[in-house]
Nanobody, 121 residues
Framework: IQLQACGGGMVRPRGSLRLSCDAS????????IGWFRQAPGKEREWVSV????????KYSDSVKDRFTISRDSAKKSVYLQIINLRPEDAAVYYC???????????????WGQGTQVTVSS
């Protein structure tokens, strides 16, 4: 399975951004796709996860009021809409696949290459 994350860029504080994650090359069912982020000097942090089949979602408490995860199950694409961006949201954002709605990095098997989000005025 290959995951392609894109949509990052430089955004002003309080701006918005939509990240995309496209999955391809899978021969087995795709169950969940999650988003993680890693800021410089920090550990990778789980952000959100969505069920590809029924769209159920989970969010980290730190982002649940500003981040929205969604999916296009036909396209096997997952999106992360971010509003009201803050400087602390600046990070490389990764998408990854899992067989469960997990917040734990080790339970994700296939990872995209990451897309950089920079928040700066």
């Amino acid at each position: 399975i290959q995951l392609q994350a894109c949509g990052g860029g430089m955004v002003r504080p309080r701006g918005s951004l939509r990240l995309s994650c496209d999955a391809s090359g899978y021969t087995k069912p795709l169950y969940y796709i999650g988003w993680f982020r890693q800021a410089p000097g920090k550990e990778r942090e789980w952000v959100s996860v969505i069920s590809i089949s029924d769209g159920r979602t989970k969010y980290s408490d730190s982002v649940k009021d500003r981040f929205t995860i969604s999916r296009d199950s036909a396209k096997k694409s997952v999106y992360l809409q971010i509003i009201n961006l803050r400087p602390e949201d600046a990070a490389v954002y990764y998408c990854a696949t899992s067989n469960m709605a997990s917040m734990f990095e080790h339970e994700y098997r296939y990872w995209g290459q990451g897309t950089q989000v920079t928040v700066s005025s």
